[in-house]
Structure formats: C-alpha cells, structure tokens
C-alpha cells in the first residue's frame, strides 16, 4: 500500500505554482522590495516566508524573468524587483492558463458557471 500524503504536503505542491504567478502578478503591479512583496501576498491570502521568497526571485531573476536594482532607502540598501519584457509575456501566459485550469477545474468538480 503506498504511503498516505497529507493534506499539508498536497497544500505546498498546489503553492508553488501558484505563488510563482502570484508574484509575477504583483510585480506587474509595480516595482516593489522583497518586504513588500511578502505584504502584498499576505494581505491577499497568500502568506510567503522570507527563505522562500527571497531564492524564488534569485531564480524568476536568473530565468530572466525579473530585473533588480540595488539602492538606499530608509538608510540602507534594498533591491527592487520589477518584471522583464519576459516576465510580462510569462505572467499573461500563466495568468491565461491559470484560468483555463480553473475552469477545467469547475467542469470537472461540477459546478455551476
């Protein structure tokens, strides 16, 4: 018999991807700091820590997704995210699959449209 998954593990494997769009989105919004971001996604549900955000960018950075920028504010260096010509097209694409899911999701689960 295979090894129970609960509920908690299921949960982080639907965020990943979700979170992914989730910033991409909220960068779409403007250029923001990592702090930032991390209020912006936990005043609409989706609360991310620092140790994982901080690599998500690194990385969305290195894809070529964001461009970063370091400069002072409130007496000291923050770097600021904003989203490549990439990360535009990137967001609009997962923002349009995200939507086909859903709503394959609604058809599959039975519910009204």
């Not at 535009?88 to 449209?113: F, V, Y």
């Given at each position: 018999?295979?090894?129970?998954?609960?509920?908690?593990?299921?949960?982080?494997?639907?965020?990943?991807?979700?979170?992914?769009?989730?910033?991409?989105?909220?960068?779409g919004q403007?250029?923001?700091?990592?702090?930032?971001?991390?209020?912006?996604?936990?005043?609409?549900?989706?609360?991310?820590?620092?140790?994982?955000?901080?690599?998500?960018?690194?990385?969305?950075?290195?894809?070529?997704?964001?461009?970063?920028?370091?400069?002072?504010?409130?007496?000291r260096v923050?770097?600021?995210?904003?989203?490549?010509?990439?990360?535009?097209?990137?967001?609009?694409?997962?923002?349009?699959?995200?939507?086909?899911?859903?709503?394959?999701?609604?058809?599959?689960?039975?519910?009204?449209?």
């Amino acid at each position: 018999m295979p090894p129970a998954i609960d509920d908690s593990t299921l949960s982080q494997e639907l965020r990943r991807g979700t979170l992914i769009l989730a910033v991409l989105s909220a960068l779409g919004q403007g250029e923001q700091c990592g702090a930032d971001l991390r209020t912006i996604l936990g005043a609409a549900g989706l609360p991310i820590e620092e140790g994982a955000l901080y690599p998500m960018l690194r990385r969305l950075e290195t894809q070529g997704l964001l461009v970063s920028e370091r400069r002072f504010e409130d007496s000291r260096v923050k770097r600021f995210y904003t989203l490549s010509a990439a990360g535009h097209a990137a967001q609009h694409t997962m923002l349009a699959q995200w939507h086909a899911l859903s709503e394959s999701l609604k058809r599959l689960n039975g519910a009204q449209q």
